[in-house]
């Protein structure tokens, strides 16, 4: 099991803000962390892109972030952030660290993000 170590997520209202963030615990050969996917309520085996950075170094948004989020990272540290803003009631999910080493994907244990009154 690799060890991604995320943090950030929480309870926010409408409209407001949080910033995930993924590390990499260790120094793993080949292995870089990329990018977020969520898994919302009801979606047992579902995982959703929020956002990513390709094998080419650029950036991948899915369709619902309409401008919302960015995703940045440190190559340096291995490190990949998602901040988020005006979030909406159907944000709310469980966000997941994706990393890839070759051929294989490799996920963190999810933080959940709330977005409610």
């Known amino acids: 099991q690799v060890p991604l170590v995320e943090s950030g997520g929480g309870l926010v209202q409408p409209g407001g803000s949080l910033t995930l963030s993924c590390a990499v615990s260790g120094s793993i050969f080949g292995l870089f962390v990329r990018g977020w996917y969520r898994q919302a309520p009801g979606q047992l085996f579902q995982r959703d892109l929020v956002?990513?950075?390709?094998?080419?170094?650029?950036?991948r948004y899915a369709d619902f972030v309409e401008g919302r989020f960015t995703v940045s990272r440190d190559v340096a540290k291995n490190t990949v952030v998602l901040h988020m803003s005006s979030l909406k009631p159907e944000d709310t999910a469980v966000y997941y660290c994706h990393a890839k080493q070759g051929l294989n994907d490799y996920w963190g244990q999810g933080t959940q993000v709330t977005v409610s009154a």
């Open positions: 956002a990513t950075f390709t094998e080419y170094g650029s950036t």
